[in-house]
T-cell receptor, first 111, second 114 residues
Framework: KQEVTQIPAALSVPEGENLVLNCSFT??????LQWFRQDPGKGLTSLLL?????REQTSGRLNASLDKSSGRSTLYIAASQPGDSATYLCAVYEGAQKLVFGQGTRLTINP | EADIYQTPRYLVIGTGKKITLECSQT?????MYWYQQDPGMELHLIHYSYGVNSTEKGDLSSESTVSRIRTEHFPLTLESARPSHTSQYLCASSDVLGAGTEAFFGQGTRLTVV
């Protein structure tokens, strides 16, 4: 059974810092990996989708990498801003096209 | 911009009532999903559908039921609500499996059963 783990569970950094969020998964036979952002009490907003054949994807200040063989993905956020404060979730697509989620990293950017 | 909508956004209802949470998407996606999320906790898949007339139970056992009569609509029903059903319910959709499959989520329905 696929298990997804995100470290750290919570992170607080001052504005302007670059930071890295980690995601690991136990079964490397994934189709794709997707990073989401969730604001308190809201739904999920898709940030980046990495196909299984890709190594990384970039969108603005965000860069996500994927290493299937080691079962790891990272989300890099450059020049963090208070508006980046949210919970970040990674999810992998497994066999039956189901998304399996990690527990998330709660990020706080301090002005 | 994702076009997937959930109604209502918030619902407070008494024990024993029947409720239906609505989810609609305008992207023509075949796959639709319902997740349950307690505050500060991870998402758990409770139902999914591959297309019209297809429904499957997810990893987390749920007393709710779903139907998929139209591609764009995937409602979730609780026949008799209980306080243990209090949670946030998130609906999602995605295109057929393949490179580039991306899931989109609605804003969620926060359900409180009193």
């Amino acid at each position: 059974k696929q298990e997804v783990t995100q470290i750290p569970a919570a992170l607080s950094v001052p504005e302007g810092e670059n930071l890295v969020l980690n995601c690991s998964f136990t079964d490397s036979a994934i189709y794709n990996l997707q990073w989401f952002r969730q604001d308190p009490g809201k739904g999920l907003t898709s940030l980046l989708l990495i196909q299984s054949s890709q190594r990384e994807q970039t969108s603005g200040r965000l860069n996500a990498s994927l290493d299937k063989s080691s079962g790891r993905s990272t989300l890099y956020i450059a020049a963090s801003q208070p508006g980046d404060s949210a919970t970040y979730l990674c999810a992998v697509y497994e066999g039956a096209q189901k998304l399996v989620f990690g527990q998330g990293t709660r990020l706080t950017i301090n002005p | 911009e994702a076009d997937i909508y959930q109604t209502p956004r918030y619902l407070v209802i008494g024990t024993g009532k029947k409720i239906t949470l609505e989810c609609s998407q305008t992207m023509g996606h075949d796959k639709m999903y319902w997740y349950q999320q307690d505050p500060g906790m991870e998402l758990h898949l409770i139902h999914y559908s591959y297309g019209v007339n297809s429904t499957e139970k997810g990893d987390l056992s749920s007393e709710s039921t779903v139907s998929r009569i139209r591609t764009e609509h995937f409602p979730l029903t609780l026949e008799s609500a209980r306080p243990s059903h209090t949670s946030q319910y998130l609906c999602a959709s995605s295109d057929v499996l393949g490179a580039g499959t991306e899931a989109f989520f609605g804003q969620g329905t926060r359900l409180t059963v009193v």
